[in-house]
């Protein structure tokens, strides 16, 4: 049997096949050859509009606050609870991002006061369109959409957040300089006699022998310290005074006192809900009780 005969029967039985299930012939170019079928949009869009979709944002903003060292708060049953007292000092809104012109929805904030000889004539601009004094701290907060944009010239107090709220704490920790990897990472460190000398605080190995043959990327070794951001997430608002500009949230904060940090909403909520119903003072709770 030739081939040419051979390829004749294959063609003629996908013809007789492709006729049956309704194709012309027309689109039969060869043997091989697959009618195009439109399989409808994939499920993950890339356009940039679906990828801000899919990204977990909030729907308001947050604030920016002062971190001014921490203290004992002590709850209507007298627990005493280490708190960080956080003072919310002109934060004012600067300007609103959108997507049409930045690509995203975002509010821009600036917290505190700087002197105007010491701040540039383009940041002076920017300032005096938003009708708000010089800023020591600048800082943007990116939402789901316009619904969560403020108008430019806004202040932001502190009982923008409620007691018993969830929040997330975004600061700049502290800096330590080079460390070893017992104290960055927390590393055991080797014995202290019995054959070890000169190396009771290494970390060991690094890796593998000829295969790999090389050290393994994110390998957590001795480097420098702290100096990055840092977010705590889920720290409980304890109380709230918007008279005095402050509001306490439990436990402690990264950074150093008088250092510039981020409040938003809590991202990532275990419970059931993200505010409870924990009033503003403790003697309101002992009447609910």
């Given at each position: 049997m030739s081939l040419s005969f051979f390829g004749c029967t294959v063609f003629r039985r996908m013809e007789s096949t492709m006729k049956i299930a309704g194709f012309s012939n027309r689109q039969i170019i060869s043997p091989g050859a697959i009618p195009f079928i439109n399989s409808g949009e994939p499920l993950i869009q890339k356009s940039p509009e679906a990828r801000r979709m899919r990204k977990r944002l909030l729907e308001r903003p947050g604030l920016i606050a002062v971190k001014r060292g921490m203290t004992c708060y002590f709850d209507n049953k007298g627990r005493r609870i280490p708190a960080t007292v956080l003072e919310v000092d002109q934060c004012e809104v600067l300007q609103n991002k959108t997507v049409k012109k930045n690509g995203y929805y975002a509010v821009q904030m600036g917290a505190?006061?700087?002197?105007?000889?010491?701040?540039?004539?383009?940041?002076?601009?920017?300032?005096?369109?938003?009708?708000?004094?010089?800023?020591?701290?600048?800082?943007?907060?990116?939402?789901?959409?316009?619904?969560?944009?403020?108008?430019?010239?806004?202040?932001?107090?502190?009982?923008?957040?409620?007691?018993?709220?969830?929040?997330?704490?975004?600061s700049h920790c502290k800096g330590k300089g080079f460390a070893g990897g017992m104290k960055r990472w927390g590393f055991h460190g080797g014995r202290a006699t019995h054959g070890v000398s000169l190396s009771h605080r290494t970390i060991g190995s690094t890796g593998q022998n000829t295969d790999p043959a090389r050290v393994f990327p994110g390998k957590k070794m001795p480097g420098h310290m702290g100096d990055i951001s840092h977010t705590i997430f889920n720290l409980e608002v304890l109380d709230v005074n918007a008279e005095k500009g402050y509001f306490l949230v439990k436990g402690c904060v990264s950074g150093s006192n008088g250092s510039y940090i981020k409040v938003r909403d809590a991202l990532k909520s275990y419970g059931s809900h993200i505010i409870s119903d924990k009033s503003s003072s403790g003697a309101s709770k002992e009447k609910e009780n």
């Open positions: 505190g006061f700087r002197k105007p000889e010491n701040e540039t004539k383009s940041m002076l601009g920017h300032y005096r369109e938003a009708k708000v004094s010089p800023k020591a701290f600048v800082a943007e907060f990116e939402v789901k959409s316009k619904d969560g944009l403020i108008p430019p010239g806004t202040e932001i107090k502190a009982d923008r957040f409620k007691v018993g709220q969830l929040v997330d704490v975004i």
